[in-house]
């Protein structure tokens, strides 16, 4: 079964730094998906940024970037120029390309502090 | 992007009745769509998926006959909590997609069901 991890529970920065959040997955696939997802505290949930794994080239969406390592089985999200608006839930999550069900990692608590 | 609507928001009910939540694909059909629950302070944790038209499949550890699941048409799925208890108390959450026979569909979520068992 494939696990997701993000080991960092809290974080927080001030507005128009620069953030990285932390995840590390595990998997015996070679083909899936990986996702940030962003959850204010609307609980809606937001797609950030997605990352086929067969692709070596990193995503990104505009102040968004991701750090994508195969080999080391990590997927950090770096946010740029943090905003307000960025404060939120962070998961991290894993698709694998059959059943294409959605692994969550536990979560880190984003406040952008003005 | 494509929209995903639950009814109701929020619930509150006494323990030992059932409560229905919807999930509704309002511009798209969704051939399969996913429910979640999400402890407070959690993460969200899949309960099952269901395919339009068939029945559902359901994550280990999950109680079929306590959480019954129908997707009986392509913009509806249904859960019912069967026999609530204060331990159901959670946020649900639906998530819909539509199998367009590419490697990868994108799932759109429901804004979620706050359940509250008294």
């Known amino acids: 079964a494939q696990t997701v991890t993000q080991s960092q529970p809290e974080m927080s920065v001030q507005e128009a730094e620069t953030v990285t959040l932390s995840c590390t997955y595990d998997?015996?696939?070679?083909?899936?998906?990986l996702f940030w997802y962003k959850q204010p505290p609307s609980r809606q949930m937001i797609l950030v940024i997605r990352?086929?794994?067969?692709?070596?080239q990193n995503a990104t969406e505009n102040r968004f970037s991701v750090n994508f390592q195969k080999a080391a089985k990590s997927f950090s999200l770096k946010i740029s120029d943090s905003q307000l608006g960025d404060t939120a839930m962070y998961f991290c999550?894993?698709?694998?390309?059959?059943?294409?069900?959605?692994?969550f990692g536990q979560g880190t608590r984003l406040t952008i502090n003005p | 992007g494509a929209v995903v609507s639950q009814h109701p928001s929020r619930v509150i009910c006494k323990s030992g009745t059932s409560v229905k939540i919807e999930c509704r694909s309002l511009?798209?059909?969704?051939?399969?769509m996913f429910w979640y629950r999400q402890f407070p302070k959690q993460s969200l944790m899949l309960m099952a998926t269901?395919?339009?038209?068939?029945?559902?499949?359901?994550e280990q550890g999950v109680e079929k006959d306590k959480f019954l699941i129908n997707h009986a048409s392509l913009t509806l799925s249904t859960l019912t909590v069967t026999s609530a208890h204060p331990e159901d108390s959670s946020f649900y959450i639906c998530?819909?997609?539509?199998?367009?026979?590419?490697?990868?569909?994108?799932?759109?979520f429901g804004p979620g069901t706050r359940l509250t068992v008294l």
């Open positions: 998530s819909a997609r539509d199998f367009a026979g590419a490697a990868y569909n994108e799932q759109f």
């Open positions: 998997t015996s696939e070679n083909n899936y998906y």
């Open positions: 990352q086929e794994a067969y692709k070596q």
């Open positions: 999550a894993f698709m694998d390309q059959g059943a294409q069900k959605l692994v």
């Open positions: 511009d798209f059909q969704a051939t399969t």
């Open positions: 269901s395919n339009e038209g068939s029945k559902a499949t359901y």
